[in-house]
């Protein structure tokens, strides 16, 4: 990649620091001003790039500010692509029943909403050391908002479980994050070595899920009171999904290509049996909204994916690149790792990760290629990986939870448990050192 100017000291730079924290700053305050999260952002993403092609005009490198933009719109545009597959894969499946069936079998197995946090949580846990977070977060928030939808407390605190299990289960594989796999391809962490990362990650999240289930309401879901059933081809669907997370692994791994190619092969596979649901059932009309079990529109998917979080993502890569390419990135990442030592450096990342997505901050420690021992490379992948669950965007699950659970799951009420997070940071970083050391 092109090498990046530095601009930290320089009007330009000061100018889209303020900016990208004025644009945070309404971010945070969303509920307060009822102004959408992406607009921000957005509109802050145009500004410092104005400023980044100033900065780089002045020193006569376009060509270098171009292909910088270039990258960080490449980047977006692969995430824009492998989110848009996993949301109508998810929107699917809710409109074939299946989150319903799920919710149906929960409550007929007379699980109370004390252990389906539980459930929901382990299993949130596991799932996000193959899918991605992102993804699994989405499938289980979606099962908890099935199970208590009139329960605003609860759904809060269930999500923010969530949030923290999806981002811990994703740092101890290889392709559980994208911070792993960039760690992974990196050739500093070897794959079965990321598993030394399993029973750090695991207190990551047990210990502020365990503080958080003293307060969970112990009651019961609401009766059914119709019969659940899923609707023709969900479980095919449903397999479908688990080929395309396969496929999207398989293509990075053997064939060293983007995930998100798997993604969008996959997302084709849906399209396809879409086509056969609608010429399977003979219903000339099929395409009619008057057309009931056979109506099947996989555009009518695409149309319920969170386009407010979609788009939030444009003005986080672009505004955090933006930066990166004033050099503020490489500043940071070269003052923490001359001036601390790994360990105090690799708590900082995490907490950085909280603010700043995850993904230039790992990018930034790569490129600086600080000489570091097996165990202070696990530490900032471990870190970065759960470093967002501090706060609610923080991480692309915290992100997208926000607009799946809005109005219930917002910035204050995951705050309001960033205690207990923080002490399930602490304590997986302590688990680290015992175990693997630095």
């Known amino acids: 990649m092109t090498e990046v100017a530095s601009f930290t000291g320089s009007g330009y730079g000061i100018i889209a620091l303020l900016v990208f924290f004025a644009a945070y700053t309404l971010v945070i305050m969303e509920e307060r001003f009822h102004l959408r999260k992406s607009k921000p952002v957005m509109f802050a993403a145009g500004l410092i790039w104005v400023l980044v092609a100033l900065a780089y005009a002045s020193v006569g490198k376009v060509e270098e500010m171009q292909e910088i933009l270039n990258h960080n719109l490449l980047e977006y545009a692969q995430l824009l692509l492998f989110l848009l597959a996993a949301m109508t894969y998810i929107s699917t499946l809710e409109e074939r029943n299946i989150f319903e069936a799920l919710r149906a079998w929960l409550v007929s197995r007379g699980f109370s909403l004390y252990w389906i946090f539980w459930i929901t949580g382990i299993l949130a846990f596991f799932i996000s050391s193959i899918a991605d977070n992102l993804t699994t977060a989405l499938l289980m928030s979606a099962v908890v908002i099935a199970v208590a939808p009139n329960r605003p407390q609860y759904l809060a605190m269930s999500c923010v479980n969530l949030v923290v299990a999806a981002n811990a289960g994703g740092a101890f594989s290889p392709f559980g994050d994208i911070t792993t796999l960039m760690v992974w391809q990196a050739g500093v962490v070897k794959f079965w070595e990321f598993f030394n990362l399993f029973l750090p990650s695991l207190v990551n999240w047990f210990v502020p899920a365990l503080i958080m289930s003293f307060f969970i309401d112990k009651g019961h879901p609401d009766p059914l009171t119709a019969t659940v059933s899923i609707k023709r081809g969900g479980l095919v669907i449903l397999a479908l999904f688990i080929g395309t997370i396969v496929t999207a692994v398989t293509f990075h791994n053997s064939l060293h290509l983007p995930p998100v190619l798997g993604m969008m092969t996959g997302l084709a596979a849906l399209q396809l049996f879409g086509w056969y649901l609608k010429v399977s059932d003979n219903i000339p009309d099929n395409d009619n909204e008057a057309a009931e079990v056979g109506r099947f529109d996989i555009f009518s998917q695409l149309q319920k994916s969170e386009w407010d979080t979609l788009l939030f ?27 601390m030592g790994p360990v105090w450096a690799g708590v900082l990342v995490g907490i950085i990760s909280a603010v700043v997505d995850n993904i230039p901050v790992m990018f930034a420690v790569l490129t600086m290629h600080p000489d570091m021992s097996l165990g202070g ?17 923080g991480s692309a699950a915290g992100v997208a939870l926000m607009g799946q659970a809005r109005g219930m799951y917002t910035f204050n009420s995951h705050l309001k448990w960033s205690g207990a997070i923080m002490l399930g940071y602490i304590a997986s970083i302590l688990v680290h050192l015992w175990l693997n050391g630095v």
């Open 313 to 339: 993502f444009y003005g986080v890569v672009l505004c955090v690149g933006g930066l990166g390419a004033l050099g503020y990135l490489a500043l940071v990442s070269e003052v923490i790792y001359t001036g």
């Open 377 to 393: 490379w696990l530490l900032v992948t471990l870190t970065a990986g759960v470093g967002g669950s501090l706060l609610s965007i």
